[in-house]
């Protein structure tokens, strides 16, 4: 994913709903770190659901919603990107889109979605983003 990454910095997840040995639901609140095109922090925050082993996302993917603040291309500001991910023991992958109108100072008319992936235990995760800047 050409030496776009991104790094968790925490992670606070609390179960919101699941009876014993089934599925489960939680919630999750995340500050992440950006390298790449995107050189910033952000926090995020997940509705994960956990399939009937309570380890993995039973092959359904997740919402979330993530307000990035720093610079994409050098433009500084912040936008907010809405989450589709999946998740497993062997990793994650997801996709993502910015939000219409999200962004601020020169992001302002920021549009574009992106993928992220990587595998279960590593620290960094890859993504992609392919945008544009509205005039």
Excluded at 48 to 75: A, F, K, M, W
Excluded at 95 to 117: F, I, Q, Y
Aim: proline share 2%.
């Amino acid at each position: 994913m050409s030496g776009n990454t991104f790094t968790m910095r925490s992670w606070e997840e609390e179960v919101v709903d699941g009876p014993d040995g089934g599925p489960r639901i939680a919630h999750v609140h995340a500050t992440l770190a950006y390298s790449g095109v995107i050189e910033g922090t952000s926090r995020c925050d997940y509705l994960l659901y956990y399939g009937g082993d309570g380890h993995d996302g039973g092959g359904t993917t997740s919402p979330g919603l993530e307000r990035i603040e720093g610079t994409v291309d050098g433009r500084r500001g912040s936008f907010v990107i809405r989450h589709e991910v999946g998740f497993d023991l062997a990793g994650v992958a997801g996709t993502w889109t910015v939000v219409a109108g999200s962004g601020t100072g020169r992001l302002a008319g920021l549009s574009g979605s992106g993928t992220l992936g990587g595998a279960f235990g590593e620290e960094s995760v890859g993504y992609t983003f392919d945008h544009r800047f509205g005039s």
